[in-house]
T-cell receptor, first 111, second 113 residues
Framework: DAKTTQPNSMESNEEEPVHLPCNHSTISGTDYIHWYRQLPSQGPEYVIHGLTSNVNNRMASLAIAEDRKSSTLILHRATLRDAAVYYCILRDGFGNEKLTFGTGTRLTIIP | NAGVTQTPKFRILKIGQSMTLQCTQDMNHNYMYWYRQDPGMGLKLIYYSVGAGITDKGEVPNGYNVSRSTTEDFPLRLELAAPSQTSVYFC????????????FGNGTRLTVT
């Protein structure tokens, strides 16, 4: 019972923006949307999270649809170091910590 | 600031052997998790804990046991290793708040032959 769905893979050219989509049609009002990425041979690392409003940090931006049923992670200028698997997960506010990750989106950056 | 530390980094086990994967965090996080990742696949939740003395099953708990006697440590036990348990194991921790990120360790690569 995956809570989020993402494309299996995407490609982007280096130095261009990348938009990584995530669908979460069964999201509840208290669920936070979290994004992580996993570089080759490393553990996942946190990228960004949000609840309702769009969010920016030094790594990326997160655009959340008005109905919150989808979100998009935006890498403004992809570099070769951004090649990774990107995961979108939901985390609720009621202590349900059975956090499942799914298979994520494998992002390939073309030089 | 060590974060989440996993030991060992690598291990080879024979079928039927047992071992404990260690995980410790120094951030005073309430929540801790164990995931496994098979080659080319995503992360599967094995067990998680919301505090000392409290553990619960994840998606794939069979063949594993956990305990949480302290806030810092969350060891994962394999009693009778099987080839199907060949995987990379990641431990993670998080504060209680749902707007807080998970912090992952660097993983333990386990091979069962």
């Amino acid at each position: 019972d995956a809570k989020t769905t993402q494309p299996n893979s995407m490609e982007s050219n280096e130095e261009e923006p990348v938009h990584l989509p995530c669908n979460h049609s069964t999201i509840s009002g208290t669920d936070y949307i979290h994004w992580y990425r996993q570089l080759p041979s490393q553990g996942p690392e946190y990228v960004i999270h949000g609840l309702t409003s769009n969010v920016n940090n030094r790594m990326a931006s997160l655009a959340i649809a008005e109905d919150r049923k989808s979100s998009t992670l935006i890498l403004h200028r992809a570099t070769l170091r951004d090649a990774a698997v990107y995961y979108c997960i939901l985390r609720d506010g009621f202590g349900n910590e059975k956090l499942t990750f799914g298979t994520g989106t494998r992002l390939t950056i073309i030089p | 600031n060590a974060g989440v530390t996993q030991t060992p980094k690598f291990r080879i086990l024979k079928i039927g052997q047992s071992m404990t994967l260690q995980c410790t965090q120094d951030m005073n996080h309430n929540y801790m998790y164990w995931y496994r990742q098979d080659p080319g696949m995503g992360l599967k939740l094995i067990y998680y804990s919301v505090g000392a003395g409290i553990t619960d099953k994840g998606e794939v708990p069979n063949g594993y046991n956990v305990s949480r006697s302290t806030t810092e440590d969350f060891p994962l036990r394999l009693e009778l290793a099987a080839p199907s348990q060949t995987s990379v194991y990641f431990c993670a921790s998080s504060p209680r708040q749902s707007n807080s990120p998970l912090h992952f360790g660097n993983g333990t690569r386990l091979t069962v032959t």
